[in-house]
Each structure stands twice: as C-alpha cells, then as structure tokens.
C-alpha cells in the first residue's frame, strides 16, 4: 500500500527556516513527479512547487518564488521543501504529494497527484 509521510513541520519565527520531508513507500518513486501544497487557514489549498522525477525541473508558485527550494533524492524515496526567510502568510498545513507530472504554470496541478500525504503543520509567528 502506497503512504506518503510528510515530516519536519513546526512553529517558527518569521524570518525564520524549515525543512519539510516527503517520504514514500510502496511506490515507484522515480515515475512520479513530487509536489508540495499548502492550506493556510481558512482558505483554498494552493500548490507550491513541485519537481519532476529526474530532479531537473521545478516549478514554483509565485508566491514562493526565489525564498522555497524543492529537490528530492531518489535513493531515499524522498523530496524535500527546503523554506527560507518564512513569514505570517506562510502559515498553513503542508501536503505531499505524489504526480504524475508538474505543470510549468503550477495551474491545475492538483488534477495530477496520485497519492498524497496527511500534511505536516507549519506556523510562523511575526
């Protein structure tokens, strides 16, 4: 049976960093393009990156852009969220998940995930 286990979230200061982990088992890990999504409270999830299987191409939502990295080591069967210089909108329970390919405009994207994890919490406080 497939599980994608998210891990590594927290409460931290803005400005701050953390490092999510994504670890699947029971799957293909290779075949599959790994995203991240985000629910902040109150609101729609939102996709955040995602990056193809051979690790060469990542997508970012705008909103991130330039302060999150995504990469992924398939030895391990696992992808990473890699965030920096977090603030109050970044608050929010992050998901995994496991798709079957990005979407360079990062739109529709949620269409794709096969498999997704139960989300790791993430709190920045100002």
């Known amino acids: 049976q497939v599980q994608v286990v998210e891990s590594g979230g927290g409460s931290v200061q803005a400005g701050g960093s953390l490092t999510l982990t994504c670890t699947a088992l029971?799957?293909?890990?290779?075949?599959?393009?790994m995203t991240w999504f985000r629910q902040p409270p109150g609101k729609k999830r939102e996709a955040v990156s995602c990056?193809?299987?051979?690790?060469?191409?990542?997508y970012y939502a705008e909103s991130v852009q330039g302060r999150f990295t995504t990469s992924r080591d398939n030895s391990r069967n696992t992808a990473y969220l890699q965030m920096n210089s977090l603030n109050s909108e970044d608050t929010a329970i992050y998901y995994c998940?496991?798709?079957?390919?990005?979407?360079?405009?990062?739109?529709?994207?949620?269409?794709?995930?096969?498999?997704w994890g139960h989300g790791t919490q993430v709190t920045v406080s100002s």
């Open positions: 998940g496991a798709a079957s390919t990005c979407t360079d405009t990062m739109q529709h994207l949620e269409v794709w995930v096969e498999h």
């Open positions: 990056i193809e299987w051979d690790g060469v191409a990542k």
């Open positions: 029971e799957l293909e890990f290779d075949r599959y393009a």
